[in-house]
């Protein structure tokens, strides 16, 4: 008879962006016929997984510290007589900083960068098997980890994230992804319509599809012929159960037609869309290598506003990109004023190594950088908040994903992602995790809105929005 497999546990750690989420989701199922659970804290693990995010130096930074406090840990471990933790670096510092990683950092058994982590089985029976032996894996293997990747273990939730492209061809002169994730790969429709099946059997009821360029997707189809994200997006629509499908993060370059038009088409694609656009001056877009200016943003959004008029807007932005006068920040400001957004993300920009915009001799003094940043946080949270009171007193439906603290409350999103909060009587109403539910919002806060249930004066479903929604999509 085989011996038992041990049962250990494993705790992972995740910076960074929705891809590292689901790479980490990934890597458990992966680490699962090896007897490892997920543990949500550090005290009863037998191996840590840092998955690490190289955006900005501040993500590194951290790891750098968690390994600090790692190496402490383990001593007392030693100093108790109990078994050191087994300490893994993953994601993109790994992939950029592998060989330095293993040198700095003793404490570190295992780097391993995004592209090898179906490999771990290997790589931990090699440390297990010979304690003191260190692995460094940061290649970009010719077959994709998709193929190999074993399927799921358990399901992601009521809302779940689904890699279908990966890596980036941009080569924006200020961004690390292309050298820590790779050259554009897109996952053929077949493995993508399964992964998206098995996801809502296991309770899913919305995909978020991921990508660093999602929308220049390219996979290939049952026909042998390559399928845009447009075409994949109506695919998915066709799958019983599954309610949302919403997509991050894109490109304006690669936003086609077929696209745009699905946005118009679609009932399940959500009316809300992340399209970074970085900044609203035409000479610093083309410094980025953004390949596109202002003016062709403005009229990709518009086509979007044409196909779909209540759509909710975000994007990302950079202040202080290296040569960024005071004119070229007002043209962000200027943009953001005209494009208007629903929520969105800004950064000062910070010097990555081996990007070309590091080696700028203009670099923009911090000071500057922080006044930029303040001041369009200010416009953007303005616009935010504008965005969620214009929805005080409409009937939107959110997507229940988890209960309150107290009995009765509920928490969800509404198709423009933002979070709303609803109380509704538990015993009259039934369990609502994972269903669609028609609120009235009631009132606006910063990064959320207060709802109450519509149509359900005596706390019972709103039957006649229930069915029209399951005649089109039934659960
Ligand atoms: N693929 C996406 C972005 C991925 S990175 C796109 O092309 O839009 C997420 C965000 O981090 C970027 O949109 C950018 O705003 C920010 N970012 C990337 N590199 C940065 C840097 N060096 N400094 C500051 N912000 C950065
Ligand atoms: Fe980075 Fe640009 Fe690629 Fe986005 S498109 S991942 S910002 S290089
Ligand atoms: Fe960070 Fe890598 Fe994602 S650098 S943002 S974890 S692709």
């Not at 058994?109 to 090699?126: A, I, K, N, W």
């Not at 992804?177 to 077949?190: K, M, Q």
């Amino acid at each position: 008879m085989p011996d038992a497999i041990p049962q250990r546990k494993v705790h992972i750690k995740t910076w960074g962006c929705q891809m590292n989420v689901y790479d980490s989701v990934r890597m458990a199922d992966v680490l699962a016929p090896l007897g490892f659970s997920v543990s949500e804290t550090l005290d009863d693990a037998d191996m840590v997984i840092l998955n690490t995010c190289h955006i900005r130096e501040k993500a590194t930074e951290k790891v750098f510290s968690d390994l600090g406090r790692l190496r402490a840990l383990n001593e007392q471990r030693r100093a108790g007589g109990r078994d050191e933790l087994i300490v893994a670096v993953a994601g993109c510092v790994a992939q950029a900083e592998g060989e330095a990683l293993v040198e700095r950092a003793p404490v570190v058994d295992m780097v391993f960068g995004p592209q090898t982590y179906h490999q771990l089985p290997e790589m931990v029976v090699r440390v297990l098997e010979r304690r003191g032996e260190r692995v460094l894996n940061t290649d970009f293997p010719v077959v994709s980890k998709f193929d190999h990747l074993p399927e799921e273990s358990a399901g992601q939730g009521v809302t779940a994230f689904l890699s279908v492209q990966e890596g980036c061809d941009k080569f924006c002169t200020f961004c690390v992804v292309p050298y820590t994730r790779g050259a554009e790969f897109s996952r053929p429709v077949a493995q993508v319509l399964a992964e998206a099946r098995r996801l809502v059997a296991g309770g899913a009821r919305e995909i978020t599809l991921l990508g660093q360029n999602v929308n220049a997707y390219h996979g290939e189809g049952p026909d042998g012929r390559v399928e845009g994200l447009g075409t994949l997006i109506r695919r998915l629509a066709g799958i019983d159960g599954l309610l949302r499908i919403r997509y991050t993060t894109s490109h304006p370059k690669d936003m086609d037609e077929d696209l745009i038009a699905a946005h118009g088409e679609v009932p399940q694609l959500m009316p809300s869309l992340h399209l970074p656009v970085q900044s609203g001056s035409n000479r610093i877009l083309q410094a980025m290598n953004r390949k596109h200016d202002r003016d062709a943003y403005r009229r990709i959004v518009e086509r979007l506003r044409r196909a779909r008029p209540d759509l909710a807007l975000s994007s990302d932005f950079i202040v202080g990109f290296p040569g960024e006068s005071d004119r070229d920040f007002a043209d962000t400001l200027g943009l953001v004023a005209e494009v208007t957004y629903a929520q969105a993300y800004s950064f000062k920009y910070s010097p990555r190594p081996g990007t070309p915009a590091a080696a700028e001799t203009d670099q923009v003094p911090e000071p500057v950088k922080a006044e930029r940043l303040q001041s369009l946080q200010q416009l953007l949270n303005a616009q935010q908040l504008a965005f969620n009171r214009a929805c005080v007193g409409r009937t939107l439906d959110v997507l229940v994903d988890r209960a309150g603290r107290r009995p009765g409350q509920w928490s969800g999103r509404t198709p423009y992602l933002q979070a709303a909060h609803f109380s509704a009587p538990d015993d009259m109403a039934g369990d609502r995790h994972g269903r669609l539910i028609d609120v009235q919002i009631v009132e606006a806060h910063a990064n959320s809105v207060a709802a109450v249930p519509a149509g359900e004066p005596d706390g019972r479903p709103d039957t006649a929005g229930a069915t029209a929604r399951a005649e089109r999509h039934p659960v």
